[in-house]
């Protein structure tokens, strides 16, 4: 799988409703040639933000004080990565930490 492949966001929409029908995320991956956790992240997107959480976004600066509640909350509320990108509204931001 290449690495930095920019998607339009009706390409994402197609693969997150393929997975909401049922596709498993590893046939969606072998078909397309994507990651598996892409696919779970475009469907995190989709979930929290509707069909404009898979536009694509520019990186973002976030407030100390912002960051502070995010790690406390990753550290006291046992989330998991994932989880703590999803509730603070950063999905697009787990994706390069995962990368890097």
Known sequence: MR???IHTADFR?????????GTSARALSSKWKLSTSLIRTWVD????????????K???CYAIEFKRIVVEAYTNK????????RQFNMVEDYIS???N
């Open 45 to 56: 997107h989709h979930q929290s933000s509707g069909a404009l959480g898979l536009l694509p």
């Open 78 to 85: 046992g989330l998991s990565l994932r989880d703590c990108c």
């Open 13 to 21: 929409l197609k693969i997150v409703k393929e997975k909401l029908r």
């Open 97 to 99: 930490i995962k990368m």
């Open 3 to 5: 690495k930095n492949r």
């Open 58 to 60: 520019s990186h973002r």
